[in-house]
């Protein structure tokens, strides 16, 4: 399913945080977004999600207009389609790994076994397994990042939307979460769309967009 935004716009009172914002990225595709602080490349990111309200324009995904959806609505379609990785991680500190990770599909009333299955195949697929009984206190930045990214994808989404992932992480720990997230989403054939300062994160992308406050340009084919 495809994500198509149309001339979108934001605003904080009088002031345009973005506007005029159109892209649309293909299933399987990874779209990088990069540009100055306080431009609004979070804000652009949670619009995406409908986590955010925005001003003017139109978000679809798989021909769905999410601003016409009410805010029930949305959050079951985000439960569903979207998977989100936060910069600050945002892993529930009285949940063990596993229940974090889990955390999604319990959201989605499932609770049977292959879904256990499941949630213990993405801890060994981000190099966490054997750690399901540990508290998020007991683990490193790198490892709690992970955990996020496994919750993010244990419901396999159609459309993964990943804010600094590797910002907090040294060099050869941001390169392991990045290979995980690419491998993972590739295998299922979902969306990546990565908001990102790292120019190594950004070069893998197949596309490279640059947001400014009238829109967005394309900067660089990374591959």
């Known amino acids: ?32 977004i990069v540009g100055e602080s306080g431009v609004g490349k979070s804000t ?49 500190p009285h949940l063990d790994v596993a229940q974090n990770v889990g955390l999604p599909l319990m959201l989605l009333g499932r609770h049977g076994v292959p879904d256990k299955v499941r949630v213990a195949q993405m801890l060994e697929v981000v190099g966490l397994a054997g750690m399901g009984a540990r508290l998020p206190q007991q683990l490193s930045g790198g490892q709690l990042q992970r955990v996020a990214i496994a919750r993010a994808l244990v419901h396999r989404p159609a459309l993964l939307l990943a804010d600094e992932p590797t910002g907090n992480l040294d060099p050869t720990t941001a390169a392991k979460v990045m290979d995980v997230l690419l491998a993972q ?39």
């Open 44 to 92: 652009l990111l949670n619009c995406m999600a409908g986590l955010d309200s925005w001003d003017a324009g139109t978000i679809a995904h798989g021909g769905l207009d999410i601003g016409t959806l009410d805010a029930e609505a949305r959050a079951l379609w985000r439960r569903s389609h979207v998977g989100f990785v936060f910069q600050a991680f945002h892993v529930l």
């Open 185 to 223: 989403t590739r295998e299922h054939g979902a969306s990546l769309v990565l908001v990102t300062h790292s120019e190594a994160a950004a070069a893998r992308a197949d596309r490279v967009l640059h947001l400014r406050a009238d829109g967005m340009v394309a900067m660089a084919q990374a591959r």
């Open 1 to 32: 399913m495809s994500l198509v935004l149309d001339r979108l716009a934001k605003h904080y009172g009088d002031s345009a945080v973005f506007a005029n914002v159109s892209l649309e990225v293909a299933k399987g595709e990874f779209v990088a």
